[in-house]
């Protein structure tokens, strides 16, 4: 086992010092010119743009007498005090376990 493990070992190092003879035994970094980029026309002083509606064509209606959603009654909303009272009924008149374990 210890012959398998030492022996690939190996073979992992000359893998590695095998990748690094392709490129001459040394990292070059690719040279590359920085450049600043120049933003001077958009610091100049220009007159405002024309106002643009962001929504595009749809406009905001509202008619006289709408309510919020969250104050319209759901015909299927049950209150959580109702809710609750079920559960700890449930809970009450649940099997229990005869054995508890504890450590």
Known sequence: MRATILLFCLLC???????????????????SSFHIPDSSIRALSQ?????????GNNALTSAQ?????????QPHEVPLGDIARALRKEHATAKKARLVLEK
């Open 65 to 73: 007498g709408e309510m919020p959603l969250w104050e319209a009654p």
């Open 13 to 31: 190092a000359a893998a590695a010092f095998g990748q690094l003879g392709q490129y001459g035994g040394g990292y070059t970094p690719i040279q």
């Open 47 to 55: 007159p405002m743009s024309v106002e643009q509606n962001l929504l």
